[in-house]
């Protein structure tokens, strides 16, 4: 098990920037991703990235969100720029050992922090 801890949430208004950063026991996971849910809403990916630094994307976060990783620091992070009020979720860092934006991929899963933005 890797214990995973988020920091950085909070609210933003349109248009602003967040970050959010996520802190491993260890990094012992090849992927690590951002998944989010939203009230009433399944658990939707976000971003993953390799421990080689191969990213994926899901189509609505793409040319506004950067995943990455300092495997020195065992600290993933996401960048988050162009945020709008349907980006409002709880975000969740998680470690899994496939390339992919399915949860049922990941079993490693931090308490999550929120989002919110408003218009």
């Known amino acids: 098990q890797v214990q995973l801890v988020e920091s950085g949430g909070g609210s933003v208004q349109a248009g602003g920037s967040l970050g959010l950063s996520c802190a491993a026991s260890?990094?012992?996971?090849?992927?690590m991703g951002w998944f989010r849910q939203a009230p009433g809403k399944e658990r939707e990916g976000v971003a993953v990235i390799s421990s080689v630094r191969d990213r994926i994307y899901a189509d609505f976060v793409k040319g506004r969100f950067t995943i990455f990783r300092d495997n020195a620091k065992n600290t993933l992070y996401l960048q988050m720029n162009s945020l709008q009020p349907e980006d409002t979720a709880m975000y969740y860092c998680a470690a899994g050992r496939v390339m992919s934006l399915r949860q049922g991929d990941f079993d490693n899963w931090g308490q999550g922090i929120q989002v919110t933005v408003s218009s």
């Open positions: 260890r990094f012992t996971y090849a992927y």
